[in-house]
């Protein structure tokens, strides 16, 4: 009987201690969902108990379930001709200066805009060919979401990319 009794009991704790925690993330709000298509995920949560954002030199930090990731994004790449246009933009999100590397098949001078999204325009200085980085001082720039345009000759464009500006 008491070894019985010592079974059910090893067994019972044995098996609400593994459950006891989780290791996938989880989130106590009022209200949330999730959704997906071939190009797109959005999950969202509304009411979170505790969220907030601070800021540092060149430092994002936030709190909650809906952690920002690293933000670049890639807008559009219009053909399979510019393919070999290779861009690299960092970092995103951006405090001070937006860092841009840049590797074209051939040498030629490029063209940068940026917008933001009221359609205010930023126009920026062209980029000389043979040049393999730039850096554009965002310091200036209010706080918000942007448009980095990089075109060829002729106004082209190439990529377009999603840049967030903090203070």
């Known amino acids: 009987?008491?070894?019985?009794?010592?079974?059910?009991?090893?067994?019972?704790?044995?098996?609400?201690?593994?459950?006891?925690?989780?290791?996938?993330?989880?989130?106590?709000?009022?209200?949330?969902?999730?959704?997906?298509?071939?190009?797109m995920s959005l999950d969202w949560t509304l009411g979170e108990a505790v969220a907030g954002t601070g800021r540092t030199d060149g430092q994002l930090y936030t709190q909650g379930f809906h952690q920002p990731l690293l933000q670049i994004s890639e807008l559009q790449n219009l053909t399979s001709l510019d393919a070999e246009y290779r861009f690299t933009v960092v970092p995103n999100p951006v405090v001070a200066w937006l860092g841009v590397t840049?590797?074209?098949?051939?040498?030629?001078?490029?063209?940068?805009?940026?917008?933001?999204?009221t359609g205010r325009r930023y126009n920026l200085p062209v980029i000389p060919p043979n040049t393999s980085s730039t850096q554009i001082d965002m310091t200036a720039y209010p706080a918000g979401t942007y448009l980095l345009r990089i075109a060829r000759d002729g106004g082209i464009p190439l990529k377009t990319y999603k840049i967030v500006k903090t203070n």
């Not at 989780?22 to 071939?38: F, K, N, Q």
């Not at 051939?106 to 805009?113: A, F, G, I, R, V």
């Open 102 to 117: 840049i590797s074209t098949p051939e040498p030629m001078p490029l063209y940068l805009t940026m917008a933001d999204l």
């Open 1 to 39: 009987m008491k070894i019985t009794i010592l079974v059910l009991f090893g067994s019972l704790t044995l098996a609400t201690g593994g459950m006891a925690q989780r290791l996938s993330p989880s989130v106590l709000a009022a209200g949330g969902g999730s959704a997906r298509t071939a190009t």
